[in-house]
């Protein structure tokens, strides 16, 4: 069982950086594939990027020469740090984690965290 918490959402105008945190409790942190998600109002949840437990990247190609995803398995957390914020980058984000070794899809991560708004105006 993994609980996870996410962090460091807000409000930026465009062009502005955020650093998104999600922290995770329970055991074997460093076995999970930890990945993000987005879900803008009225769309799908969308895959932004994971970091799996062997530290593979992978990324939306849209969103790839800006947001970065970052693991320390020491402090048990997961990061997204996203720069160049565009006003379409409005929504909740939402991490989750997966024992499989990489997945895009949402119904194949076993744990989500309740989501941290990020707000991008322009």
């Known amino acids: 069982q993994v609980q996870l918490a996410e962090s460091g959402g807000g409000l930026v105008q465009a062009g502005g950086s955020l650093r998104l945190s999600c922290a995770a409790s329970?055991?074997?942190?460093?076995?999970?594939?930890m990945g993000w998600f987005r879900q803008a109002p009225g769309k799908e949840r969308e895959f932004v990027a994971a970091?799996?437990?062997?530290?593979?990247?992978y990324y939306v190609d849209s969103m790839a020469d800006r947001f970065t995803i970052s693991r320390d398995n020491i402090k048990n957390s997961v990061y997204l740090q996203m720069n160049s914020l565009k006003p379409e980058d409005t929504a909740v984000y939402y991490c989750?984690?997966?024992?499989?070794?990489?997945?895009?899809?949402?119904?194949?991560?076993?744990?989500w965290g309740q989501g941290t708004q990020v707000t991008v105006s322009s």
């Open positions: 329970g055991r074997a942190f460093s076995t999970y594939t």
């Open positions: 970091v799996s437990w062997n530290g593979n990247l």
């Open positions: 989750a984690a997966t024992r499989r070794l990489i997945t895009m899809t949402p119904p194949e991560y076993n744990y």
